[in-house]
């Protein structure tokens, strides 16, 4: 099966455990107590419970708060998976051997679609992260008093730190492998992660679906009350406009792909890095110290509240796991020869994620009201 299961495809798969040859066109299960690395079904049950949390969370906002939001922005998650995916995968299909080439593989989780490429847990993980970051935004009230833009920006910041406690873990304990060969694409990289896919799938992504989910589907003035078939048409745009959105901000690096050009698409891609911190701080910071002028209650905060710091919490512990071989890797290889994350950027992320989280739980404590003097 070439067409599936090329020559890189297969050497990356083997080095992660398992071959890409022979498998299911569109399903495949495995034993969740069998997989390469212990690691793995926690960070299923992590995500994939997510997703059904954030789902059940968006569907009361809508139904009983009468906000689609949440529940627009679920599944244009999904939609934008669906287009930005399957190329990633498989390059050659279409036509992008030469302007992408093989990025990354998968490595076996429990459920796997699309021959073995796509694991459950990453359908899933789009919508749940999606839904963490905009609900500790939302619940901020960045949106409610900076509007969707300020807004969507924050979401690009909380994206990234909680994405990349995730994302600079992932290759050392096998979840998946970049492809090292890749030069146009996986290269600059800040330790084992490439720098693209850290500015434009942890941040610009999250921050484009959500400004365009807001927008398309929000309250407006003027605008009454979408039928579920205007939802519905306005999330698959949502979902499906995010990628270009996603190429433009990819402009300012790719002028500089290629040739000796490699140290000025790392600083350019550090600015930007850079400024994701700087903006999304400054927007949430100045949110949180400006006095409450609204009376709107931010609606069922149930899931802000305990699901970012669930996600928070296992992550650590799975790093924990890991911090042994981390500490013991040669060159950025451990000892079982995967490649290491950045710790410094890990724990960076960490402590931003843990402020956030502190702030959630601040900000959804029931107000105490001061009792009357008796003379």
């Excluded at 069998?34 to 690691?39: H, I, P, S, V």
């Excluded at 009376?295 to 512990?317: D, E, K, N, Q």
């Amino acid at each position: 099966m070439s067409y599936s299961c090329d020559p890189t495809a297969e050497r990356l798969t083997e080095e992660l455990g398992f071959s890409c040859r022979d498998a299911h066109p569109v399903v495949d299960f495995h034993n969740p107590f069998r997989l390469e690395n212990a690691t793995m079904p926690f960070l299923e049950l992590l995500v994939i419970g997510g997703a059904v949390f954030a789902l059940v969370h968006a569907w009361r906002r809508w139904r009983r708060d009468g906000d689609p939001i949440n529940i627009s922005l679920w599944f244009a998650s999904v939609v934008y998976l669906a287009v930005i995916e399957p190329p990633l995968y498989f390059p050659s299909w279409f036509g992008l051997e030469k302007q992408v080439g093989f990025i990354f593989a998968h490595n076996e989780f429990t459920v796997q679609f699309m021959y073995d490429r796509l694991p459950l847990y990453i359908v899933a993980f789009y919508p749940a992260l999606s839904q963490l970051a905009y609900e500790l935004v939302r619940v901020l009230g960045v949106f409610a008093r900076r509007g969707p833009l300020p807004g969507s920006l924050a979401v690009a910041f909380v994206c990234q730190v909680f994405y990349e406690i995730f994302d600079q873990l992932g290759p050392q304990l096998k979840w998946w492998a970049w492809n090292p060969d890749n030069k146009t694409i996986n290269e600059p990289a800040l330790a084992s992660v490439p720098m693209n896919s850290m500015f434009l799938f942890a941040s610009v992504s999250f921050a484009s679906l959500t400004y365009l989910v807001v927008r398309l589907v929000g309250a407006k003035e003027g605008r009454g009350t979408l039928t579920g078939r205007q939802i519905t048409l306005r999330t698959l745009a949502a979902g499906a406009l995010t990628p270009p959105a996603m190429s433009l901000a990819g402009v300012p690096s790719n002028i500089f792909r290629g040739g000796n050009h490699l140290a000025i698409q790392q600083t350019v891609l550090g600015v930007e890095l850079a400024l994701v911190w700087a903006i999304g701080l400054r927007i949430l910071i100045d949110t949180r110290r400006a006095p409450r002028t609204d009376s709107t209650p931010p609606g069922p905060a149930l899931f802000a509240r305990t699901y970012p710091a669930l996600y928070l919490g296992v992550l650590i512990a799975l790093w924990a796991v890991a911090l042994p071989s981390w500490f013991s890797a040669t060159d950025g290889i451990t000892q079982q020869g995967t490649p290491i994350g950045s710790l410094w950027y890990t724990a960076l992320c960490v402590i931003a994620a843990t402020w956030l989280v502190v702030a959630v739980t601040r900000a959804t404590a029931p107000r105490r009201t001061k009792e009357p003097v008796r003379s």
